[in-house]
């Protein structure tokens, strides 16, 4: 199941929506690029199994080029996805 996660601190500035066990998947569906490289930094921190992006989200091309790099070095495990 999927709810709109409060708790999660990243959240309070993005659409994001979390899992019930909040390790396995983030989707981000901000619009006019609220992604920016310190939200995804902080993002990589929980170590999500799954993120979850809407491509209009990013804040620049570089951004949206170096999260994977981002999640690579800080949860190698995460699967990205840009919708």
């Not at 996660?5 to 690029?33: L, M």
Request: glycine residues 4%; contains cysteine; hydrophobic residues 40%.
């Amino acid at each position: 199941m999927i709810s709109r996660s409060e708790s999660f601190h990243p959240a309070r500035n993005c659409g994001i929506y979390a899992s019930a066990d909040a390790a396995k998947i983030h989707i981000c569906f901000v619009k006019n690029g609220g992604i920016t490289e310190d939200f995804v930094k902080e993002l990589s921190k929980y170590e999500p199994l799954r993120v979850v992006f809407r491509d209009a989200g990013f804040k620049n091309d570089s951004v949206k080029i170096n999260v994977e790099q981002i999640f690579k070095l800080m949860s190698p495990h995460t699967d990205i996805k840009t919708i």
